[in-house]
């Protein structure tokens, strides 16, 4: 789909300027991404964004209706967020057929890895930690209607896994386990170990998966 942005004579020759808007917009997008990542939420505008997609910053306005938007359009790609079928890695009806220990901690492993491969996710989860503003709140928004979706897909929607003092608050073990994923990605970013764990390397990070699927068939 193109857009007419421009037409403007030189000499009596006129010419035609023609941009795509699904290009203009991704490029906006990408650049919003790349101004949070690096410059942080404090910093981050219109301006900031056009110069960085080299493009004329009116656009955000007529395809987003301004910086609000833009951010919403960022957090609801793939690359910003590891979706529902990044985290199952398999079709929903084979998903179903494991156990629900084996559900949550292949759930988990999967957010991790999601969240590591993606570089300008963990400096905005960083810049998270330490400023809190209209456009970081789309993105908590974002996130948290993402988890919700796939806890009622998956039925991990529920108060307590079974009744009495033994019960499980599904929900809770849940915010645990991904606030836990979340931090320790993000401090990566900026520390080699944590409590004698090598969160920048790979063995480090199977460790963790694996006492967090020990933690849910115990658990669960």
Same mark, same amino acid.
């Given at each position: 789909?193109?857009?007419?942005?421009?037409?403007?004579?030189?000499?009596?020759?006129?010419? /035609?300027?023609?941009?795509?808007?699904?290009?203009?917009?991704?490029?906006?997008?990408?650049? =919003?991404?790349?101004?949070?990542?690096?410059?942080?939420?404090? *910093?981050?505008?219109?301006?900031?964004?056009?110069?960085?997609?080299?493009?004329? %910053? #009116?656009?955000?306005?007529?395809?987003?209706?301004?910086?609000?938007?833009?951010? /919403?359009?960022?957090? *609801?790609?793939?690359?910003?967020?590891?979706?529902?079928?990044? @985290?199952? =890695?398999?079709?929903? =009806?084979?998903?179903? &057929?494991?156990? %629900?220990?084996?559900?949550?901690?292949?759930?988990?492993?999967?957010?991790? =890895?999601?969240?590591? %491969?993606?570089?300008l996710t963990l400096e905005?989860?960083?810049?998270?930690? #330490?400023?809190?503003?209209?456009?970081t709140a789309h993105l908590?928004?974002?996130? &948290?209607?993402?988890? @919700?979706?796939?806890?009622? @897909?998956?039925? @991990?929607?529920?108060?307590?896994?079974?009744?009495?003092?033994?019960? #499980?608050?599904?929900?809770? $073990?849940?915010?645990? $386990?991904?606030?836990?994923?979340?931090?320790?990605?993000?401090?990566?970013?900026?520390? +080699?170990?944590?409590?004698?764990?090598? #969160?920048? +390397?790979?063995?480090?990070?199977?460790?963790?998966?694996?006492?967090?699927?020990?933690?849910?068939?115990?658990?669960?």
């Amino acid at each position: 789909m193109t857009t007419i942005v421009s037409l403007y004579g030189d000499s009596g020759v006129w010419y /035609k300027v023609i941009r795509d808007r699904v290009e203009t917009e991704q490029r906006l997008i990408t650049a =919003a991404g790349q101004v949070l990542a690096r410059d942080g939420f404090g *910093k981050l505008g219109v301006n900031a964004i056009a110069r960085q997609a080299g493009v004329d %910053k #009116v656009l955000i306005y007529r395809y987003f209706d301004g910086l609000p938007g833009l951010i /919403k359009a960022y957090a *609801k790609q793939g690359d910003f967020w590891p979706g529902v079928e990044e @985290l199952m =890695a398999e079709p929903l =009806a084979r998903f179903r &057929e494991r156990t %629900k220990p084996d559900q949550m901690a292949t759930i988990m492993s999967h957010l991790a =890895a999601g969240i590591r %491969k993606r570089p300008l996710t963990l400096e905005i989860l960083s810049w998270e930690m #330490v400023e809190r503003n209209e456009l970081t709140a789309h993105l908590e928004e974002i996130r &948290e209607q993402q988890g @919700l979706q796939l806890a009622a @897909l998956l039925g @991990l929607d529920g108060g307590a896994e079974e009744q009495g003092p033994s019960a #499980v608050d599904i929900a809770a $073990l849940v915010a645990i $386990l991904v606030g836990s994923i979340n931090y320790l990605a993000a401090r990566s970013q900026h520390i +080699q170990h944590f409590n004698g764990v090598a #969160v920048q +390397q790979d063995a480090g990070w199977q460790r963790l998966t694996d006492t967090i699927r020990t933690v849910c068939e115990r658990m669960l």
